[in-house]
């Protein structure tokens, strides 16, 4: 089975990401937090800092594009094609409110016409330079009966791989996947279908590969970042040595303390699973406002 690792703005950079395949591996694909690139900028310093070779060696990384903009996609495509990326990914699945006012991301799901005339430029631009694109797509943005409107659009393009979140965009990361709309895109699409989204468990992970031998997960692994490996017995030492590869790697890019340990108190929002009994100690770690106080708390559970 393979597995992809799901872009989490803000979490998934490239500190985490070499820090996740040395200690961890067996991912067959990073998707990059989105860019989201307009008519003037293309990439920021930002965005080629994320993604340039020398930070994402020995990974297999796909860009993930935000637009609704054939100029602002196709011009973030070239620079990226020249990085040397030749796989990119488009978000349409995004559910975050300010990005689906501006119609993108999920928000962009109801505009069908538009969504052909951004999907002929772009495919078009993939076919002349051999590049392949992919959709991360919602259900829909008020409800899950638009998919079926929406995939006979899908259907028309040379998509790559069509990865389905079975929500709408309403939905944000609550309630329960639609299955039987994931379960459609299996039957209907001509692109392979991976899923994604609340694979939480090996057992989630097994029951998916029923329907899919890929799957792309992304709180599951944040949670437990053995999920994959299915261990019996969590490996903590592997652990902090993941956790210091990633706190000592935001050292070296980031000052001061707090944007560091911003950054590492929301990993532990995810962390605190692994230690479930151990609920005021990960509370000391996030009232930590230096590097000598969060470097105390966490010797509470090495």
């Known amino acids: 089975m393979k597995f992809y690792f799901a872009p989490l703005e803000g979490i998934t950079r490239y500190i985490f990401r070499n820090a996740y395949e040395k200690y961890y591996g067996g991912i067959d694909k990073y998707f990059a937090p989105f860019i989201s690139p307009t008519d003037n900028c293309f990439l920021t310093p930002k965005n080629v800092r994320e993604l340039c070779p020398e930070h994402n060696q020995g990974i297999k990384l796909v860009p993930q594009i935000l637009t609704n903009n054939s100029v602002a996609f196709i011009g973030a495509a070239k620079e990226l094609y020249d990085m040397g990326y030749k796989e990119l990914n488009l978000n349409l699945g995004c559910p975050s409110g300010t990005v689906c006012a501006k119609k993108k991301g999920a928000g962009f799901l109801t505009e069908w ?140 890019i980031m000052s001061p303390d707090k944007n560091v340990l911003f950054h590492m108190k929301e990993l532990w929002t995810y962390w605190k699973e692994i230690y479930p009994d151990e609920g005021r100690a990960v509370r000391n770690i996030l009232k930590t406002k230096s590097y000598g106080e969060y470097e105390a708390a966490i010797r509470n559970l090495k």
């Open 113 to 252: 016409y538009e969504m052909e005339q951004l999907f002929d430029s772009i495919y078009e631009w993939a076919a002349s330079n051999n590049v392949q694109i992919s959709v991360k797509t919602r259900l829909g943005r008020f409800a899950s009966e638009e998919f079926y409107d929406i995939l006979e659009i899908y259907n028309k393009y040379p998509i790559s791989e069509l990865i389905v979140h079975p929500r709408i965009e309403k939905d944000y990361y609550k309630g329960k996947p639609r299955m039987e709309f994931y379960e459609y895109a299996v039957e209907h699409s001509k692109a392979p279908v991976i899923y994604n989204g609340n694979l939480f468990t090996c057992e989630d992970i097994i029951k998916r590969s029923e329907t899919s031998d890929t799957v792309m997960l992304g709180r599951g692994l944040l949670y437990n970042p053995e999920l994959i490996k299915q261990n019996n017995a969590f490996d903590f030492q592997n652990f902090w040595s993941f956790h210091d590869k990633i706190y000592h790697g935001y050292q070296e």
